[in-house]
């Protein structure tokens, strides 16, 4: 039977983090929502669809909802403090916590990887793109999976984790428990920097001018810092698995947790929030007002919006062309146009009061 660990001489001082692991996390978890607030409105308001990847984001803010309200109960259970100034009762629901936490953390940051490949399936549509992204997905999932069973199986039974007093209690032993954390967090940091670097192998290709493709791969680029976060919770997992003052020695390991966590949130919420940066870095002079997507067929819209009905029908304009479902208005969508004179028939695509006046301006390339 293992045992709560002995008193040590002399005893460290009364102190707790969780102060700071509160400030940290609390404000990072508030611009995480805010950008996920700002997606939703985005994707609502300009699309009225929602599309596969919101499912798995949405499934991701609930766990780490739920998983930040067990943190918070932690913090009152003397999470931040040394486990000698804890009753043994508030230690067990504490690390319980934990545990689930981790349990949470990992599905959590397995949804948003999802999100974002998913996302990725829709910038190109060739198969050796796709089949590299389902693989990559299939790796994630393959790997939260083995997450999940070692930390069921890493002691026995599952409660000598929080309660090392039940009878029969075993665990691994540190070394063991710190390769298994390694290998988990060495694949996750190789997902991290994959799905941050894919979209930068077809920007040099995108007919913009270099200052803007500089602030596209910054924009791009930011998953790399939830990869920074993981690379140094890597350097606290040795000491942790290794200490027997849990309680104390988890504020580090569990804030950069959650910053990698939150973090990846901003950084799968950005790439949906493409039209309102683009008027913020227009208005301070960073992206040119004039310059625009070079493609076969390019055209400007200007509208007003009398009636948020929807389908609808505009006529008495210059052209005539067919749009598939969805938001005309929405860069996501694809429209193909034959430019005649006559009437321009939107089918299903706009709604209802929408007055569209078109300016087209057909290029012919080979």
């Not at 739920?66 to 109960?73: A, K, N, P, S, T």
């Not at 070079?294 to 008495?316: C, D, F, M, Q």
Request: charged share 20%.
């Amino acid at each position: 039977m293992m045992a709560w660990p002995a008193l040590p001489d002399p005893l460290p001082p009364d102190a707790s983090k969780a102060g700071v692991l509160l400030a940290v996390t609390a404000s990072l978890f508030a611009v995480a929502l805010a950008f996920y607030a700002c997606r939703v409105y985005t994707r609502v308001y300009s699309s009225m669809r929602i599309r596969p990847d919101e499912y798995f984001m949405f499934a991701a803010i609930v766990l780490t909802a739920v998983q930040y309200g067990i943190f918070l109960q932690g913090i009152h259970l003397g999470v931040g403090r040394h486990v000698y100034y804890s009753k043994p009762a508030s230690v067990t629901k504490a690390m319980r916590g934990v545990w689930i936490q981790l349990l949470l953390w990992t599905w959590s940051i397995t949804l948003i990887k999802i999100s974002i490949a998913v996302m990725l399936l829709r910038i190109r549509r060739d198969n050796p793109w796709r089949y590299w992204v389902y693989f990559l997905i299939g790796f994630v999932v393959s790997s939260a999976i083995v997450s999940t069973v070692l930390q069921f199986v890493q002691c026995s039974p599952v409660s000598a984790f929080w309660n090392p007093t039940v009878p029969g209690a075993k665990c691994w032993t540190p070394n063991k428990r710190r390769v298994s954390l390694y290998t988990i967090a060495a694949v996750f940091i190789a997902a991290d920097v994959t799905l941050s670097l894919l979209p930068l192998t077809f920007v040099a290709k995108l007919r913009r001018p270099l200052r803007e493709k500089v602030i596209i791969c910054g924009l791009t680029g930011l998953g790399l810092f939830a990869t920074a976060a993981a690379l140094i919770k890597l350097l606290l997992i040795k000491h942790y698995v290794s200490t027997v003052d849990t309680l104390w020695e988890a504020v580090e390991l569990g804030m950069w947790e959650y910053i990698e966590e939150f973090v990846g949130i901003i950084a799968a919420c950005i790439p949906c929030l493409k039209a309102p940066f683009e008027r913020l870095l227009r208005k301070y002079g960073l992206i040119s007002t004039a310059d625009k997507l070079a493609a076969p067929k390019a055209y400007r819209s200007s509208y007003r919006n009398l009636s948020r009905e929807r389908p609808g029908h505009v006529t008495n304009a210059m052209g005539r062309g067919q749009a598939p479902r969805g938001n005309i208005f929405d860069p996501e969508s694809r429209a193909s146009f034959t430019v005649e004179s006559g009437t321009y028939d939107m089918g299903e695509t706009a709604g209802k009061g929408i007055m569209v006046h078109r300016e087209f301006e057909v290029r012919s390339e080979r």
